[in-house]
């Protein structure tokens, strides 16, 4: 290989750190057993699918021989007498990694003695590596490298930065004249992050850096790009504290997902380079060789697979072939890299590479396959590849969430994974408490994509799901990679323009999800306006800001702070009119002031902006504009909010003559929807559906000015069923907008006597 010239002799120059060469473990560092014999112990956990438990042990492994040894942590007692064990490479024994033996996928927690944290623990460190865009096509070579100067890839992702991430890594080189040149390349295309472990990783990978620097062959890469010299083809951390700031950029902690991965699901098959492969060291001679075949690896990215996962992912495989077991075991022993490879053949194009599953017919019929080259046997194949065309992109689109669901039986919270396949329409559902599936996978059509995003509710068979969090990496990055929050707000001249203002903002796909009508004081609006303090226009807008009511709502969606703005247009109302005619302002200010609305500036005014209006601790915000005096109660259902229908609901309201005097969201849980419905219990037929109804996702209560106490609101509204209205009152909100008696648009108060009390229970219960 090119690259490879006097890596080892570079890897031999790399320097020893003095904290290695110290110890961190005070003077002595053998136990009286280590003495005897070297042994090397470790405390794992392994989780058992069986009994749904997480058992913890004490590895023992004796390098003299390979034998292993295991003891029960909780029984006190001998789990696994010593016995041979040739499957476990002693390279593979680091805290954090997991290993397979005698098909228990260990995770290794922490060193189990001072002896084994000192000799295998003392120089090991992790570093960032990242290889720029100028060097990805040399991805398979850099991975040999890697390999031949004995550091180890535990992570590993393909990703796409935009600028502004370029910026933040590279923020402490702000002061610095390469800053821009840096963040440009780094933006420029796609880069592979990896997290490298090894003695003393932090100086070997710079050592890397500068021996791969002068070699022949990167150059030749390089020459490609428009590149002035400037730039080094990869970075690396300049020290331990400086590696561990990096790697939570790139690999941050749980629940939090850094830059997306560059998928694209589109003309493309999975290949997976297999756990045996990536111990072996085979992963960049895999990688060359898909790429000297005329293959372009659109993503690629290393997991650590559960056996669930496995067992989930290998499914069409059950009871269809004998290695079905083993191919589960494997998967799930230790790390795998999965690659997104271009392949517009539907049929076999990538997988003739790949070769026949027995490496052994490989080599007899394809010798020059994946599997011919690097396989071992029918379960070490080197690679799996997708066998089915129609399973190319289904392998891996699946959206994850972690979900809660109230129980009013048992009164108890009940956790639950959901997952929905958006090319059938799908759903499923995993019990996380008891590790067991819940609900098998079944066509769902009552579950709207688009209500798919974290802090919403939906409902799945009568079940209101709160959407927690996203369940992977891949949802997440998905679905939430350019998914944002911003503050949209309605000032005092546009807010009887509220309908139109929804519906709109429905057409741009944004969601509202959180939405308040309020009155601020002076103090409030200089508040919320503090920045512009020192600008001309400060005190008259603060007046405006509180001269009357306005609507506050969260907006999420892609690029929802760039997407309000546009929506928006420019500041002053006379320069919408000639720049972005149809914008709001355009059509709705009247100068720079009175300018209709309000949109944060970026991602972290919105976070701030938000915050004032709907706190997420301490305090409810501003108040709200319920009066409770000569009006009804009006609620928006959940169905109508979810189908686009509450701008255009709105509209048909204030067209009607009536006047809204409060609005507000809200997401009713059961036992309130309950409450609030007590007077149909026993009474109506549809008294449960009401309430699932009601509790089904977010509702809008209206407080609506009503001076006729008998019926003026409700002949609006119409007779409950909507079939009767479109019969006898084919323009009431429930003919024109309802579905049936349970989905009928809107919920309004039938009792004069209960109207206050309606109006009070949404916006003093609810919202005290």
């Given at each position: 290989m090119e690259l490879m010239g006097d890596a080892a002799m570079a890897r031999r120059e790399a320097p020893q750190s003095a904290r290695a060469q110290s110890g961190s473990f005070g003077k002595s560092s053998h136990s009286l057993a280590a003495a005897r014999e070297e042994r090397y112990a470790f405390l794992t956990e392994w989780y058992d699918p069986t009994a749904a438990l997480m058992w913890s042990f004490q590895l023992f492994y004796y390098p003299k021989d390979g034998s292993v040894e295991m003891f029960d942590v909780k029984k006190h007692q001998k789990f696994l007498k010593r016995v041979k064990y040739n499957d476990l490479d002693p390279k593979d024994l680091y805290i954090g990694n997991r290993v397979n033996v005698l098909s228990r996928q260990l995770n290794l927690i922490d060193y189990g003695d001072e002896y084994t944290a000192n000799k295998l623990g003392g120089k090991?460190?992790?570093?960032?590596?990242?290889?720029?865009?100028?060097?990805?096509?040399?991805?398979?070579?850099?991975?040999?490298?890697?390999?031949?100067?004995?550091?180890?890839?535990?992570?590993?992702?393909?990703?796409?930065?935009?600028?502004?991430?370029?910026?933040?890594?590279?923020?402490?080189?702000?002061?610095?004249?390469?800053?821009?040149?840096?963040?440009?390349?780094?933006?420029?295309?796609?880069?592979?992050?990896?997290?490298?472990?090894?003695?003393?990783?932090?100086?070997?990978?710079?050592?890397?850096?500068?021996?791969?620097?002068?070699?022949?062959?990167?150059?030749?890469?390089?020459?490609?790009?428009?590149?002035?010299?400037?730039e080094s083809f990869g970075h690396g951390s300049v020290s331990l504290a400086a590696a561990a700031k990096e790697l939570q950029f790139f690999f941050p902690a749980k629940n939090d997902y850094g830059p997306p991965n560059t998928a694209t699901f589109t003309d493309s098959t999975c290949c997976i380079i297999k756990p045996h492969a990536i111990a072996e060291g085979l992963t960049g001679k895999i990688l060359n060789t898909i790429s000297e075949a005329g293959f372009e690896i659109l993503a690629l990215q290393m997991f650590n697979m559960d056996r669930a996962n496995a067992e989930e992912f290998f499914q069409v495989y059950k009871g269809v072939v004998?290695?079905?077991?083993?191919?589960?075991?494997?998967?799930?022993?230790?790390?795998?890299?999965?690659?997104?490879?271009?392949?517009?053949?539907?049929?076999?194009?990538?997988?003739?590479?790949?070769?026949?599953?027995?490496?052994?017919?490989?080599?007899?019929?394809?010798?020059?396959?994946?599997?011919?080259?690097?396989?071992?046997?029918?379960?070490?194949?080197?690679?799996?590849?997708?066998?089915?065309?129609?399973?190319?992109?289904?392998?891996?689109?699946?959206?994850?969430?972690?979900?809660?669901?109230?129980?009013?039986?048992?009164?108890?919270?009940?956790?639950?994974?959901?997952?929905?396949?958006?090319?059938?329409?799908?759903?499923e559902m995993f019990d996380m408490k008891k590790q067991q599936k819940f609900l098998k996978r079944i066509k769902y059509d009552d579950l709207d994509p688009k209500d798919l995003f974290i802090g919403n509710r939906v409902k799945v068979f009568s079940r209101q799901l709160n959407l927690m969090d996203y369940g992977d990496e891949y949802t997440a990055n998905k679905l939430g990679s350019k998914?944002?929050?911003?503050?949209?707000?309605?000032?005092?001249?546009?807010?009887?323009?509220?309908?139109?203002?929804?519906?709109?903002?429905?057409?741009?796909?944004?969601?509202?999800?959180?939405?308040?009508?309020?009155?601020?004081?002076?103090?409030?609006?200089?508040?919320?306006?503090?920045?512009?303090?020192?600008?001309?226009?400060?005190?008259?807008?603060?007046?405006?800001?509180?001269?009357?009511?306005?609507?506050?709502?969260?907006?999420?969606g892609d690029e929802a702070v760039s997407a309000w703005k546009?929506?928006?247009?420019?500041?002053?109302?006379?320069?919408?009119?000639?720049?972005?005619?149809?914008?709001?302002?355009?059509?709705?200010?009247?100068?720079?002031?009175?300018?209709?609305?309000?949109?944060?500036?970026?991602?972290?005014?919105?976070?701030?902006?938000?915050?004032?209006?709907?706190?997420?601790?301490?305090?409810?915000?501003?108040?709200?504009?319920?009066?409770?005096?000569?009006?009804?109660?009006?609620?928006?259902?959940?169905?109508?909010?979810?189908?686009?229908?509450?701008g255009k609901i709105l509209n048909t309201i204030s067209?009607?003559?009536?006047?809204?005097?409060?609005?507000?969201?809200?997401?009713?849980?059961?036992?309130?929807?309950e409450e609030f419905f007590e007077v149909y219990k026993g009474v109506v037929p549809e008294y449960n559906g009401m309430v699932n109804e009601l509790c089904s996702g977010a509702c809008m209560a209206l407080e609506i000015l009503d001076t006729d106490q008998q019926q003026s609101f409700r002949d609006l509204c119409g007779p409950a069923d909507p079939e009767v209205s479109r019969l006898l009152r084919p323009n009431t909100l429930r003919a024109l907008f309802g579905k049936d008696k349970v989905k009928n648009a809107v919920h309004c108060t039938d009792l004069p006597e209960d109207r206050v009390l309606e109006v009070e229970y949404f916006f003093k219960i609810l919202d005290g």
């Open positions: 090991k460190e992790r570093t960032l590596a990242v290889i720029k865009p100028d060097a990805i096509i040399k991805i398979g070579d850099l991975f040999e490298l890697i390999h031949a100067f004995d550091l180890i890839v535990t992570k590993a992702k393909m990703t796409t930065l935009t600028r502004t991430q370029a910026a933040v890594f590279y923020s402490e080189q702000q002061s610095k004249p390469t800053f821009d040149n840096s963040v440009h390349l780094l933006s420029s295309g796609p880069v592979v992050a990896m997290e490298l472990m090894g003695d003393d990783a932090v100086s070997v990978w710079k050592k890397f850096l500068e021996y791969v620097e002068t070699t022949d062959a990167l150059r030749e890469a390089r020459a490609q790009f428009v590149m002035d010299g400037t004998p290695e079905y077991p083993g191919m589960v075991n494997e998967l799930c022993s230790g790390a795998c890299m999965a690659l997104e490879i271009l392949d517009t053949n539907q049929e076999q194009s990538f997988r003739d590479l790949c070769g026949p599953a027995d490496p052994e017919i490989s080599r007899l019929l394809r010798p020059n396959t994946l599997r011919a080259l690097f396989g071992k046997d029918k379960l070490k194949n080197a690679v799996h590849c997708t066998d089915l065309p129609e399973d190319r992109v289904l392998e891996e689109e699946r959206y994850a969430f972690l979900t809660e669901w109230f129980d009013p039986i048992a009164a108890v919270l009940r956790c639950f994974q959901l997952f929905y396949y958006p090319n059938d329409g799908s759903v998914k944002e929050r911003t503050l949209a707000l309605i000032k005092p001249d546009a807010v009887t323009k509220i309908g139109e203002v929804l519906e709109k903002i429905y057409a741009s796909n944004l969601i509202v999800t959180k939405a308040k009508m309020t009155k601020l004081t002076w103090s409030q609006a200089a508040d919320f306006y503090a920045e512009h303090q020192s600008k001309p226009f400060f005190n008259n807008s603060v007046h405006f800001l509180s001269s009357g009511p306005v609507v506050a709502m969260e907006l999420m546009k929506f928006l247009g420019p500041a002053e109302s006379s320069g919408a009119q000639r720049e972005a005619p149809q914008s709001a302002r355009a059509q709705f200010g009247t100068d720079g002031i009175r300018n209709f609305g309000h949109g944060s500036d970026s991602l972290a005014a919105a976070a701030r902006e938000l915050e004032f209006f709907f706190p997420s601790t301490i305090g409810y915000g501003p108040p709200n504009t319920a009066t409770y005096t000569d009006s009804t109660c009006c609620i928006i259902k959940p169905h109508a909010i979810a189908e686009g229908l509450t067209e009607a003559g009536f006047e809204m005097l409060a609005l507000q969201m809200f997401n009713v849980d059961r036992a309130n929807a």
